[in-house]
C-alpha cells in the first residue's frame, strides 16, 4: 500500500528541512525537482516571496506532503520522478511553489517529499482547497496509471495521528 502523509508539523526551519531533504545519502539530483521554483534555489526563492508579503517571520513556512509508493517498489526513478511531479502538481490549487525530493538511496520504502510554501506568489496563505478524499482519489487515479499500489491517508491532526481509510 502506498500512504500519503500530510504533515502540519513544521519543527525544522525551511533552509534546515532543505539540507535534509537534499542530503546525499536520500537523494540525487535525479531526485530533485521543482513546480514553480528552481529546486537549486528554493529556500531563496519560497523565503524572497514570504518575505514580499509578510515582514515577520511565519510560524510555518511550508507544508510537507510525503508519498510513500510501498515497500521494495521496483520501478526506475525517471518513472518514479514523473508520477512525483504529477503528484506535486495536484497538491497545489493555486499559484504555489513546490519543492520535491525523492528519497531512493538507502531505503525499502522509496518516498517523495513535498515542501508547499505556506504563502502563494499573490500572497495569499495556505488553505487546504480540496478534501482528502479528493487528494486520495487524484493520487491514486496517477498510481493505478503505474500500475502502483493506491493510498491511504496519514494526516497529522490537532494534536493526534490519525489513518484516514475512506
Do not use: W
Not at 92 to 117: M, P, S, W
Amino acid at each position: 500500500m502506498s500512504i500519503l502523509k500530510f504533515e502540519t508539523r513544521t519543527p525544522k526551519s525551511l533552509k534546515t528541512m532543505y539540507g535534509y531533504l537534499v542530503a546525499p545519502t536520500k537523494t540525487d539530483s535525479r531526485g530533485i525537482f521543482g513546480i514553480g521554483v528552481n529546486p537549486s534555489y528554493a529556500v531563496e526563492e519560497m523565503t524572497f516571496v514570504q518575505q514580499a508579503f509578510y515582514k515577520q517571520e511565519l510560524t510555518h513556512p511550508y507544508v510537507q506532503v510525503i508519498l510513500s509508493l510501498g515497500k521494495n517498489v521496483a520501478t526506475d526513478l525517471r518513472t518514479v520522478r514523473r508520477l512525483c511531479e504529477e503528484v506535486g502538481k495536484i497538491l497545489v490549487y493555486d499559484e504555489r511553489q513546490v519543492f520535491g525530493a525523492i528519497h531512493f538511496k538507502n531505503t525499502q520504502y522509496i518516498h517523495c517529499h513535498y515542501l508547499l510554501n505556506y504563502v502563494s506568489v499573490k500572497g495569499e496563505l495556505y488553505r487546504q482547497k480540496v478534501s482528502l478524499v479528493t487528494y486520495k482519489k487524484q493520487v491514486n487515479e496517477i498510481l493505478v496509471r503505474y500500475s502502483l499500489p493506491i493510498t491511504a491517508i496519514y494526516y497529522y491532526g490537532q494534536g493526534y495521528d490519525s489513518l484516514v481509510t475512506y
